[in-house]
């Protein structure tokens, strides 16, 4: 089955207000759980990412909190613009190297 | 400091045909990456590679799908006699080797959109 389950599949918000996607995983030797933003027909870019050593990392108005115990992630966009709407993956390790990522959220910014 | 390359950024193949997908991984990289990507979907892993070998390949299909990472030149994707259902973006991903076994950043090229007619 899939390690990384990503809620909500779409995500309207509106431009100024916050956006939030959250991910579970199922192994508990994750250690490190990236995020990636993708544009219509453009690469995954990686956005920011966490290490299990650290419970909330934040750049600028983008910051992921972890939860080990729970076993879940989240990604946190404050003050949305429009160029913020793309589909947004959050991964995580199922071995040292091999990343599985969760199905992506669609995140809507109306202006 | 180029980023991952890709080439073709589009391929045309009618079924039956083979199809050749190249990856050039980020300067100081030695581990390569492959993902497919369907329409509207996500990401899959198919296969990780590092120079001259196959650390991972248990998502590539058995049949028809191979890849190598030789010593000199790109990575390849290589899909022999493709149908409609390997009508994909094929994204390559590299990544540093970083100490201690932590897990790598991976970093994306581009992608291969391939078209099977």
């Known amino acids: 089955g899939e390690n990384v389950e990503q809620h909500p599949s779409t995500l309207s918000v509106q431009e100024g207000d916050s956006a939030v996607i959250k991910c579970t995983y199922s192994?508990?030797?994750?250690?490190?759980f990236p995020w990636y933003k993708q544009e219509l027909g453009k690469r995954p870019q990686l956005i920011i990412d966490?290490?299990?050593?650290?419970g909330e990392k934040k750049d600028q108005r983008i910051a992921v909190t972890l939860n080990k115990t729970a076993k879940h992630f989240s990604l946190h966009i404050t003050e949305t613009q429009p160029e913020d709407s793309a589909v947004y993956f959050c991964?995580?390790?199922?071995?040292?190297?091999?990343?599985?990522f969760g199905a992506g959220t669609t995140v809507t910014v109306r202006a | 400091n180029a980023g991952v390359m890709q080439n073709p950024r589009h391929l045309v193949r009618r079924r039956g045909q083979e199809a050749r997908l190249r990856c050039s991984p980020m300067?100081?990289?030695?581990?390569v990456y492959w993902y497919r990507q369907l329409p509207e979907e996500g990401l899959k892993f198919m296969v990780y590679?590092?120079?001259?070998?196959?650390?991972?390949e248990s998502g590539m299909p058995k049949e028809r799908f191979s890849a190598e990472f030789p010593k000199e030149g790109p990575s390849i994707l290589r899909i022999q006699q493709v149908v409609r259902g390997d009508s994909a973006a094929y994204f390559c991903?590299?990544?540093?080797?970083?100490?201690?076994?932590?897990?790598?950043?991976?970093?994306f090229g581009p992608g291969t959109r391939l078209t099977v007619l």
């Open positions: 991903a590299s990544s540093p080797e970083l100490a201690g076994g932590n897990t790598d950043t991976q970093y």
């Open positions: 192994d508990s030797a994750s250690n490190y």
């Open positions: 966490i290490r299990s050593n650290v």
């Open positions: 991964a995580a390790p199922l071995a040292s190297y091999k990343l599985s």
């Open positions: 300067k100081g990289h030695s581990h």
């Open positions: 590679l590092q120079k001259e070998n196959i650390i991972d």
